[in-house]
């Protein structure tokens, strides 16, 4: 369990609820910009969708064929074809003598035509030069009224919303807007995000360390993990030496300049853990520090206190630890100061044989499978980043479960 001093943290979930009730004035001065519609993709709404007329507009066909009066129908008589509705121009009205209308998919639909009669339920005759002059019903059709119309306003009545705001732009939701006429919607701006590595033992990606020290890899994938998602920036980003004044000098300009901190190391019991020292000194309020969860238990959340509120996240300096904490609590508590949500994990049943219960909520690495299911990968530590790179993402597992084949269980990829 958390010692946070607002109560137990008993779940990831509850960790997230934890840091996001505080952040509601964060989300309110993020602020909005419009952008292209081609320009929107992955981006939140920051407005709903309002359909700016009826969908569909007019009354149409939903099919290539012949508009006809149920009247003018007599068995063994052809219908002469007496003209044509085109898509994109005015509906012309049926014949004044019995007859019908050449339409499309999409032409609007002849005052006073009762149904349509699709082309494969027709028998055409044609003219010498191989027009079609008249038409019959084939035996096994029955037109009835309505058949075939789409009308007006069965989609959506002009001054509806479509589309909440809070919404990801996704090809589905670009169609919508662009239908509605919305060439460059309001969307929130992107949320901005500092990340600051520390560790005396870490070196840049391009060194050649000995064998007492180690490249840093929570950098680069935690600014992948931001940086895949339209809606979140990296402002900065940053390795720290472990010098107090430094963290705190830099921690300090992160606060100033962005939205979120995510700062990985430093933040267990050792007399070298120095990053709550530094959020407390900048009068950063702890919102919780250790979760009952394997790995990232060291983990801490906080908020520092400006004109608007800061979250800072520690997370801890092994690369699993940072990685699952980030994807499973970092990004979707950002996610609420974006004005979104981010869609829930798969549920995807596990191929492998029953393992022991644990008291602590479990994040296991796990690669999919070509029939969709999950295969939990086996590591040696927190700190076994080569598995992380065969993985699709992680399983969790609540506290006192235990995988077992065939069940199901939320799935969090990395790019989800």
């Known amino acids: 369990m958390s010692t946070s001093v607002h109560g137990p943290i008993e779940s990831p979930e509850a960790a997230i609820a934890s840091v996001s009730a505080r952040l509601a004035s964060s989300a309110a001065a993020i602020g909005v910009e419009r ?12 407005e709903p969708v309002v359909a700016d007329r009826d969908s569909p507009p007019v009354d149409h066909s939903a099919m290539d064929g012949y508009a006809i009066r149920l009247a003018d129908l007599t068995t063994g008589r052809d219908l002469p074809v007496l003209g044509e509705s085109r898509p994109g121009t005015a509906p012309p009205s049926m014949p004044p003598t019995r007859g019908c209308l050449r339409v499309a998919t999409g032409s609007p639909r002849p005052d006073g035509a009762d149904a349509v009669v699709p082309r494969e339920q027709a028998l055409e005759r044609t003219s010498d030069r191989g027009e079609v002059t008249g038409i019959s019903v084939r035996p096994e059709a029955t037109p009835r009224l309505g058949d075939h119309w789409r009308l007006r306003g069965e989609n959506a009545r002009a001054g509806s919303t479509l589309i909440e705001a809070g919404t990801i732009v996704d090809a589905a939701s670009a169609a919508t807007l662009a239908a509605c006429g919305v060439a460059r919607p309001g969307v929130r701006r992107r949320v901005r995000v500092t990340i600051l590595t520390t560790g005396d033992e870490v070196l840049p990606v391009d060194a050649s360390p000995t064998p007492e020290r180690f490249r840093d890899s929570n950098g680069p994938g935690l600014a992948m993990l931001v940086s895949g998602r339209p809606w979140l920036e990296v402002l900065h980003h940053e390795h720290l030496a472990d010098d107090a004044a430094r963290i705190e000098a830099a921690l300090s300009a992160a606060i100033a300049a962005g939205d979120a901190v995510v700062l990985t190391g430093g933040v267990s019991m050792g007399h070298r853990d120095l990053v709550r020292g530094a959020i407390e000194a900048l009068g950063g309020e702890i919102i919780f520090h250790r979760l009952p969860q394997r790995p990232g238990r060291p983990m801490l959340a906080a908020i520092a206190r400006p004109e608007r509120p800061v979250p800072i996240f520690g997370l801890p300096g092994n690369p699993l630890s940072a990685l699952v904490t980030a994807r499973r609590i970092v990004l979707p508590t950002l996610a609420s100061i974006a004005g979104t949500r981010l869609p ?52 969790e597992i609540a506290p006192g479960d235990r995988i077992e084949a065939g069940r199901r269980y939320p799935l969090f990829t990395w790019d989800g």
């Open 35 to 46: 952008v292209a519609l081609a320009d929107s993709r992955g981006r939140v709404l920051a």
């Open 344 to 395: 829930p994990p798969r549920e995807v049943p596990v191929a492998v044989e029953p393992d022991a219960p644990a008291p602590l909520w479990r994040f296991r690495l796990a690669r999919l499978d070509a029939d969709g299911s999950a295969r939990p990968l086996p590591i040696r530590s927190s700190g076994d980043v080569a598995a992380a790179g065969s993985s699709d993402g992680f399983l």
